[in-house]
């Protein structure tokens, strides 16, 4: 009996080495289904509740992992439903392959039932690659490249595969004039700049007095060369939020997170440089780079593409960061004048003074900052953090120092609400005997992240190591955008819009076999996250977190003040605890207790 269109993919993904496909069902894919149970022994099949949570947990592994990662759905629907999270590994630039379903195609052009112009729809997600399977022999080719594309590329692409066709017996293609004929994979190339390039780039960080560096998550294989372009040229080293986990935060001249989230010292260090060196980055606000034609600027990404985009680089360098990193040390010239990078220190040094001064404020009831500095060296060295975007984002980004050894990562680009659950358990998969902690708000939990509890709670038994923890922070409010209204637009808060239902996460983490856990008052954070830690199945700790802590950008424009002014001259509905919370964190800024 021939093998079906449906078995060949299934085998051809084993062929790439794909070990598991997190998606839902629907009858527009059922071929595929009976396909994979009858490989069920092979290739693993995760349900995932959402086929948005598929598409972010595809994209978590690829983050974690460095592989493709595949996700699955049902024709119309279920295809829709993937784009979110689609949406979120091209923006930063991860591997990714959706296989969706499609209705017969007889029927394609009839405004059938579920039927969806998928190519359209899939379009610009995965422009790079976006095909329909047509004729049975047609599959082969389209998934060696879709496969090949994702990982040249690291970008997402897609495969169409209609109903009927998946039932169809497999076709090798005949070896005649208009067919294809494709193999299996796929090495990455070294890419290193010429010399010449190097040289001039070196030249130009010779002469620098007040060397800055800026690294993002293209820079994540590349730490100790990083590290040693930092001490030969005595510079600080500021990182993008992506790449929060390059560096660990214990290295004295590594100033933290940059940005709307970041601190002051790397704004500082962006303000007062007078030579910069990005690598693997595409951090996109200009108002926290130097002014434009300020400094002398080089530029390391292995996109061309993004060489010379968000700021205009004297010299830009296409290749692996690693590699030409390597190429350019021995080129660089180690400054004899120390001055800056001991000034860079200091300033960082005070900065964590600061953040543990805002940590300890009081709070109403709970500080979500103490929540995050106290997990923070409770954590264990090989942790995966994930966290959600929002006001989670803000104290990830700077309360939690990044020991040598774990993983971090979250939504970049597209800042997009819910990655945070899929991507941990995106991250348990690959990592079994590692626990993830996914850092999340109440907003993207109700949205998204409470389906992702049943995922873990049906999977927890196939985990060699139990180990999994959710922290929510349960404010009621959806906290950043309700800053954001009052700092940006000088509005008061809108409560039709910002105020989320009151929920209890622990509760229902119990009912699914969770431990969970309540911090309700300050005296509960140091008990409930040591409760948390020890716990050896998965564990949900909620947290009633003040939504009046104030996300402090690290710099305060005049137009910020103004707004937050006008937005508490109209009468915020919260308006004296947003005072007190933000007097206590601007006077830690000048006089950390």
């Known amino acids: 009996m021939s093998k079906s269109v449906s078995d060949f993919l299934v085998e051809r993904l084993q062929a790439w080495k794909i070990k598991r496909i997190y998606g839902y069902p629907g009858d527009g894919i059922n071929g595929v289904m009976g396909a994979l149970n009858r490989a069920k022994d092979k290739i693993e099949f995760i349900q995932t509740q959402h086929e948005e949570n598929a598409a972010f947990m595809a994209c978590g592994h690829a983050k974690f992992t460095g592989e493709v990662g595949i996700c699955m759905s049902t024709s119309g629907p279920g295809a829709i439903h993937l784009l979110n999270g689609l949406y979120d590994a091209k923006l930063d630039h991860q591997p990714v392959v959706a296989i969706v379903g499609q209705q017969a195609r007889a029927s394609l052009g009839g405004d059938y039932q579920q039927e969806v112009d998928l190519i359209s729809l899939f379009k610009d997600v995965a422009h790079e690659y976006v095909h329909m399977c047509t004729e049975p022999s047609q599959i082969k080719h389209l998934i060696d490249r879709a496969i090949r594309i994702a990982k040249s590329n690291r970008t997402v692409t897609c495969v169409i595969i209609p109903n009927d066709v998946q039932e169809l017996a497999f076709e090798e293609p005949a070896k005649m004039h208009g067919t294809v004929h494709s193999g299996l994979g796929y090495n990455e190339p070294e890419i290193v700049p010429h010399f010449t390039d190097l040289q001039n780039a070196a030249d130009l960080l010779n002469k620098g007095e007040k060397v800055a560096m800026l690294v ?83 530029q390391i990404d292995i996109d061309g593409r993004m060489l010379g985009l968000r700021y205009p680089t004297d010299i830009n360098l296409q290749g692996d960061s690693r590699k030409t990193l390597q190429a350019l040390l021995p080129l660089l010239k180690r400054k004899k004048d120390r001055s800056w990078q001991e000034k860079i220190i200091k300033e960082v040094e005070r900065w964590w003074k600061i953040a543990e001064a805002r940590a300890m404020n009081t709070a109403n009831p709970v500080n979500p900052q103490r929540v995050f500095w106290e997990l923070s060296s409770r954590m264990p060295d090989d942790v995966i953090l994930t966290a959600d975007s929002g006001s989670t984002a803000s104290w990830f980004a700077r309360d939690l120092k990044i020991r040598k050894g774990m993983k971090a990562s979250l939504s970049g680009n597209l800042a997009t609400m819910c990655p945070g659950v899929p991507y941990a358990i995106a991250a348990k998969f690959a990592f079994p005997d590692r626990l993830p902690i996914a850092l999340v708000g109440d907003g993207a939990m109700q949205m998204l992240g409470i389906n992702g509890m049943i995922t873990i709670a049906a999977n927890r038994k196939k985990w060699s190591d139990p180990r999994f923890m959710i922290l929510v922070l349960n404010n009621g ?117």
């Open 216 to 298: 993002g998550v293209g820079a994540a294989n590349a730490a100790d060369e990083v590290l040693e372009v930092a001490e030969i040229l005595g510079a600080g080293v500021a990182k993008a939020l992506l790449g929060k986990a390059v560096l660990p935060d214990d290295i004295p001249f590594v100033t933290g997170s940059i940005g709307l989230l970041g601190t002051k010292p790397s704004y500082d260090l962006m303000m007062e440089c007078d030579t910069l060196l990005m690598i693997g980055t595409s951090f996109p606000y200009s108002e926290f780079l130097p002014k434009d034609g300020k400094v002398k600027a080089v």
């Open 477 to 593: 409010d959806l906290n950043m955008v309700s800053w954001e209204q009052r700092i940006m637009e000088g509005d008061t808060k809108f409560k039709d819009s910002q105020d989320v239902p009151q929920f209890n996460y622990a509760a229902y983490g119990q009912l699914l076999g969770f431990e969970g856990i309540r911090i309700e008052k300050e005296d509960d954070i140091i008990p409930g996250l040591e409760q948390a830690l020890k716990a050896q199945r998965p564990v949900i700790v909620d947290v009633l977190s003040d939504p009046n802590v104030p996300p402090l950008p690290p710099h305060i424009t005049f137009k910020q003040m103004k707004d937050f002014t006008s937005a508490l001259a109209k009468g915020d509905s919260d308006f004296w605890g947003m005072i007190k919370q933000t007097y206590k964190d601007v006077v830690d800024t000048y006089m950390p207790h």
